[in-house]
């Protein structure tokens, strides 16, 4: 965990120097920050209208119990002994590092716990999500640009 003083002292020079990013790396820690938003994020009232949506999508189930007796018991058999990476935050989910990079972790990839499965960003800082567990993931409940509360599951994963 980077110490908030030295973490202070990088937002200082950003906002002195009027930098964007400064991505720093050692031995022991890697920190990016990034000032400002990537255009998905400019229109935070449709973020936040999708947010219940999204908390829908990822538990189809409950919504097709009513519907039909044996659909429910089917999708929570597939959902059985699938364990669930969640938010440590409040914040904007990305699946990549930019709009024209490949997403952190899709359906089928394999993880491990210090994989870095996406960013979220809180306060104009963006912080790496590790998986924390190991496995595969399958299925990935958040879209690029949502923004997911703390305890949302955002991927779900059959442990390794």
Do not use: W
């Not at 120097?17 to 400002?36: A, M, S, Y």
Request: glycine share 6%; proline share 9%.
């Amino acid at each position: 965990m980077i110490d908030p003083t030295k973490l202070k002292d990088l937002i200082k020079l950003m906002v002195d120097n009027d930098l964007t990013e400064i991505d720093l790396q050692d031995d022991k820690e890697t920190v990016t920050i990034r000032r400002g938003h990537p255009p998905a994020a400019h229109a935070p009232h449709p973020a936040m209208m999708y947010a219940a949506p999204a908390a829908q999508a990822a538990a189809p189930a409950p919504a097709a119990a009513p519907a039909g007796g044996a659909a429910a018991p089917a999708a929570a058999s597939s959902d059985a002994g699938l364990i669930a990476i969640e938010s440590p935050m409040v914040g904007t989910f990305y699946s990549a590092a930019n709009p024209d990079s490949a997403p952190f972790v899709t359906n089928g990839a394999k993880i491990n716990p210090s994989t870095v499965v996406c960013l979220i960003e809180a306060m104009k800082v963006f912080n790496e999500i590790k998986a924390e567990k190991g496995g595969t993931v399958e299925r990935v409940l958040v879209k690029s640009g949502e923004a997911v509360e703390f305890g949302q599951k955002l991927f779900l994963v059959r442990p390794a």
